[in-house]
Each structure stands twice: as C-alpha cells, then as structure tokens.
C-alpha cells in the first residue's frame, strides 16, 4: 500500500510527469533550487537549537548562526540553482539569517512549553483509511496541549481562513490526534520565517474532514493514471527535472 504525503500530492498536482520521475521511477534529481536549499539550512540551525533546548543548553543567536553558515559552506553543490534574476546566492544566505535572527529574538528564552521532538516522523491514516507519512519540524507540550510547529522560508504569506483548509496542515493535525495527543488539544503553528509572522489554528478551527475527502478523491484519481503528461507551469524553472524533461527543454 503506498504510503503518501503531502509533498508527492503536491508533485502530482504541479505536474505528473514530474511525479512521474520522481515517485514510479524514482529517478534522484541532482538539482535543487537555492529557495529549497536555504530552507533546508534554516531548519537544520532551529533542529539544532532546539535539541539543545531540550537537554537544557540554550544557544546563543551567534553560534546558532555560525551553525547555519557552516551548514550551507558544506552542503552547497554545484547544482544549486538560482532562478530569479539579479539574485545571488550570497542573498539566499542573508535572507536565511534574517529568518533564524526574527525567530530566535521572537521566541527566546524558548521557555513557552517543553519541546519533546524535533523531526518528528509520525504515520498515520486519514478517516478514508489513506497511509501517510508526515515529518513534524517540532512537537511541543504546553498547558496540557500538543502544538505542532512548522518552519516555512519561503512561499507566501497565508491567511488564517487559507490555512484552515490547508492540505498540510489538516493532515499533521490527523497524525497529531493519531499518534502523538492521546486525547490532549492540538494546536498548530506555522511560523512565516520571511515575513516574521506566526499563525495558530486549533482543531476546531480546521476542515480536517473536508481537506481528507479531497486527498482521498486526489489519491484515486493518481492511482488510476498511468499516463502523465508533462504540465508546463510558472515553476517549471525550479523543477528539479527539468533537464530530463522534454518539453520544458523544447520551450
Ligand atoms: S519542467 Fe515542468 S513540465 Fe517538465 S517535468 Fe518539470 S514541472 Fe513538469
């Protein structure tokens, strides 16, 4: 039975043939778009920050940032690629500073509930029976209440109203009420890193239940394709395929 998640619904919505690719050929793509890569580095310096905080070491903002430097130093290849123009890499970076100084001044001394994970795998099923998997950037108990947090770098700014019916956000509220909560409230948090705002939804304020009949319908019609036409779209140039893929190499 597979086991889906978010990402690879994503995939198949953006483009199948890219789903394609990735998830029935399960061909590796060695390009990455520097939005991705600094968002990588950014959660790994809050993992870090977090994991001392749970076994009691608060780091300072300087060796959090010194972390995420030498983070990107190492991991930078060369097929990071920038996309938009008159950007560099050097701004990717210094936009990621941005993210962890608002973050950590926002929320220092890190003291608003007790952090019991950070990476958090958790599977689950959605109230169709539908296997998913989902990764948590961190879990949280605070008065009696699991919160959930997730880290965004980039993307845009989204409304209260958008995330209540949002896709991601439904299912990590499923996988909370499943296999972390026993029986405790749930809250998510998402933390818009770039525009240094946090938004809080609890579960009654969720269509969970809406969100979970729409993966199901999507997961049906994915499972009975077996044609996947390329999509060409507006982020076709930061597909990770796209030197594989004939038509986006024809336009
Ligand atoms: S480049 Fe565009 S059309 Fe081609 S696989 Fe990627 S998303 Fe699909």
Known sequence: ????????????????????????????????????????????????????????????LKEVLEFYAKRWEEKYHPHVRVVKQDTTPEDYFNEGISCIEW???????????????????????????????????RVDLEDNKIVIHDYKTGGKLSSKEDLAA????SLYYRAAEQSIAEGRPIELRWHFLRYGKMISLSGSEMMVEEVEKQVHQLIEVIESTDEYPPKLGPRCPWCGYSEMCPVYQDG
């Not at 949002?166 to 956000?169: A, K, P, S």
Request: hydrophobic share 35%; proline share 3%.
């Open 1 to 60: 039975m597979t086991c889906w998640s978010h990402t690879r619904l994503s995939a198949f919505e953006q483009c199948p043939f890219k789903y394609y690719l990735q998830y029935v050929e399960k061909r590796k793509s060695p390009v990455q778009g520097i939005e991705g890569f600094m968002g990588n580095r950014v959660h790994e310096a809050l993992q870090r920050l977090y994991e001392g905080v749970m076994k009691g070491k608060i780091l300072g």
């Open 166 to 169: 949002d896709r991601q956000l």
């Open 103 to 137: 973050f950590y001044r926002a929320h220092h001394p890190f003291d608003r509930g007790t952090t019991l994970a950070v990476e958090k795998r958790v599977y689950f099923s959605t109230s169709f029976g539908d296997r998913f998997r989902a990764v948590m950037d």
